[in-house]
């Protein structure tokens, strides 16, 4: 059964990998629902997650907000295009450009103009940057906001633009908005533990938060920004969430439903087709695919559905682990094979026969790969972005034949634009192979052999369009040292495999199993060539050694405070000024800058002149001078150069 397939990744990927603390799947067709977990709900122990855990579920708040806003529209209460302004108080100055103004169609989405979050925050805490961001800053800000192109030009995620959509929407209906979620969806759908604000029985299955270092982190707060990512739920109440959007479930809100998955916007770059806050694509089979991730300092979560099979997934992290995490997670069982009678049957295997396939395998160019991304190019792009470049060709041939009217001309340029055509799909194919360098390295561990997709899945999560919904960035540094995937392989024959949980398959191919120089991915009835180019698998990486905090002398604390200021460069574009001061018997700083999201943390000691930061896993190292005196602290961060701050002398 897959439920037994995805347990047996869970306990690899926690357990043992240590990937994360806790986490729970659940999926939902006409079948009946089911729900996996594994994990704790705190690093230190406690319980283990289940079906009843509330999680942060960050940005898939959004499509709630969308829900609501579409409930407002057919009482008559809003109109999609309706100008925010309208329903904001006459002090507020909304920004406009050229005399357009922004409406809540562009708001819903992510077509206003607006950044992804205000610039005016000033928190007192880094990790928790929305806390204190009060209806007057957000009133504020809007008034002062220069636009920087006209509303509904281009695409570009706001989390300011969804909670003020929240915001309008609760000022309209004259109350707040946790208690207009809770009266319209949460009653009609019975989701009895989706709440922002928590009762002490709510509280007591809140799974601690952990950020991609491990370390446990503090909820979020909203303040005015609640509708782009406050909610907290379970599996089992976003289990029928989900089946109410997909018609599995009878509801008063499943019209409402159908209404926020319709494609409003068609973007390009980048590759997303935005519903009302859903993202929307195709597979590489035509299924219709509606989903949206979230992402908090401590969570991560994913909710989506097929459309066409009429199934969902749900997939909930208390880690904000960063690499193959609940969005991609979700989106592969989405196009897996459920049902027991159509996965892939195991058969035994020799131990002895899987020596030869470890090693190392990487992606050749080849046609079906370029046939591959180009089918997930074409079923995502707008049709006007395929029709209208193809009409204006054929016209052009049209016109350029009738002037000549020579059929022999005709029947060279039909064979030249069918080379043109294979030659695009092989140059695509290429480019993706020396962008992403796909690889997959092949692992026996005792009687059981595993596939590592060390950059495989990148691609993925490049060209399968959903909108990630992700409230921090993924930093340069961190994405550079993301770890493999591991998925188990399980054998169909003694040189066919098959991924356990999705069912993918995978052929060996050589000159007889001594002599093993390659295998094939079979993906959507297409073979993907991987070439062999090493028998050894790259070293396993150690696993992360607790970093040891020692205890300062007051001497070393007084001689770092002070204040650093860091020249533009790789990490910091535009610079940045750091304060430290002396907090007890530790250090907390303060970045302020454009790169900087303000607000205090933590520096801990390992040494006298080395400091990590909890909330980022980035090292600050004081440089002093003959006498003793501290001059200079080095930032570190894993994938970037190192930045230098020259201590600023007190005027």
């Known amino acids: 059964m897959i439920t037994d397939d995805i347990r047996a990744f869970l306990e690899q990927r926690i357990e043992v990998e240590k990937k994360d603390v806790g986490m729970v799947i659940g999926l939902v067709d006409e079948h009946g629902s089911s729900i996996v977990s594994c994990g704790k709900m705190d690093d230190g122990g406690g319980p283990e997650v289940n079906a009843h855990t509330l999680f942060e579920i960050g940005s898939i708040t959004k499509t709630f907000t969308a829900l609501l806003l579409q409930d407002m529209i057919e009482r008559g209460e809003m109109e999609l295009d309706d100008p925010v302004a309208r ?38 805490r880094a990790d928790n940057p929305l806390a204190e961001y009060t209806t007057e800053k957000l009133y504020a800000y809007l008034s002062g906001c220069q636009l920087t192109r006209h509303p509904g030009a281009k695409f570009e995620y706001s989390n300011l633009g969804s909670g003020l959509l929240g915001h309008v929407i609760a000022l309209k209906a004259g109350t707040d908005y946790e208690s207009l979620v809770m009266d319209r969806i949460c009653r009609p759908l019975k989701l009895d533990s989706t709440r922002i604000s928590l009762t002490p029985e709510l509280k007591a299955r809140l799974a601690t938060g952990h950020n991609q270092f491990g370390y446990a982190v503090s909820n979020m707060d909203f303040q005015s920004q609640v509708g782009c990512g406050a909610l907290r739920s379970t599996a089992n109440d976003l289990l029928k969430y989900v089946a109410a959007n997909t018609g599995l479930a009878s509801s008063s809100l499943t019209t409402l439903m159908e209404k926020t998955h319709l494609v409003r916007f068609h973007s390009v770059i980048p590759p997303v087709n935005v519903a009302l806050a859903w993202g929307v694509g195709l597979d590489l089979q035509g299924r219709k695919i509606v989903s949206h991730g979230g992402a908090t300092y401590g969570y991560r979560a994913f909710a989506g559905f097929d459309k066409t099979r009429r199934r969902g997934v749900v997939v909930l992290s208390n880690s904000s682990y960063e690499g193959f995490g609940p969005d991609s997670i979700g989106m592969l ?319």
């Open 87 to 124: 329903y904001l108080p006459k002090l507020v100055r909304m920004p406009t450009r050229n005399g357009r103004k922004i409406t809540l169609f562009h708001l819903v989405t992510h077509t206003s103009g607006l950044p992804r979050n205000p610039e005016n925050l000033d928190p007192k």
């Open 333 to 651: 069982l989405l196009v897996s094979e459920w049902q027991s009678n159509r996965r892939p049957k195991a058969a035994r295997g020799s131990n002895q026969v899987y020596d030869p396939y470890v090693g190392q395998y990487r992606l050749s160019a080849n046609f079906n790969l370029g046939i591959l991304i180009m089918r997930l190019i074409l079923r995502n792009a707008s049709k006007v972005f395929v029709w209208v470049p193809a009409g204006i060709c054929l016209a052009m041939i049209f016109v350029f034949l009738w002037c000549i009217a020579n059929w022999i001309v005709l029947g060279c340029a039909v064979l030249f634009g069918g080379f043109l055509a294979a030659l695009s799909v092989l140059v695509l194919s290429w480019v993706v192979c020396w962008r992403f360098q796909p690889t997959i390295v092949i692992r026996r561990e005792g009687d059981r052999i595993f596939a590592q997709a060390t950059r495989l899945w990148r691609i993925t999560l490049k060209l399968v369009p959903h909108i990630n919904g992700i409230n921090v960035k993924l930093s340069p540094g961190l994405a550079a040292s993301l770890s493999p995937v591991t998925f188990e392989l399980w054998p169909e024959s003694e040189t066919c495999f098959f991924e356990r949980m999705s069912g993918i398959r995978m052929t060996f191919c050589g000159n007889g199993h001594a002599k093993v120089t390659g295998l094939t991915a079979h993906i959507s009835g297409m073979g993907l060539s991987f070439k062999k180019i090493s028998a050894q698998p790259p070293e396993a990486p150690e696993p992360s050694k607790p970093r040891i905090i020692m205890k300062p002398n007051s001497k070393l604390l007084e001689a770092c405070v002070g204040q650093y200021g860091f020249p533009p460069d790789v990490a910091f574009p535009t610079g940045i000024e750091l304060t430290i001061r002396r907090q007890g018997d530790q250090l907390a700083g303060q970045a302020v800058g454009k790169n900087g999201d303000g607000g205090e943390f933590e520096m801990y000691p390992e040494s006298e002149t080395d400091f990590f930061l909890k909330i980022n896993g980035a090292q600050l190292t004081f440089i002093k001078n003959r006498q003793g005196e501290v001059t200079a602290v080095i930032h570190h961060i894993a994938g970037l150069p190192d930045s230098e701050g020259k201590k600023l002398k007190n005027e």
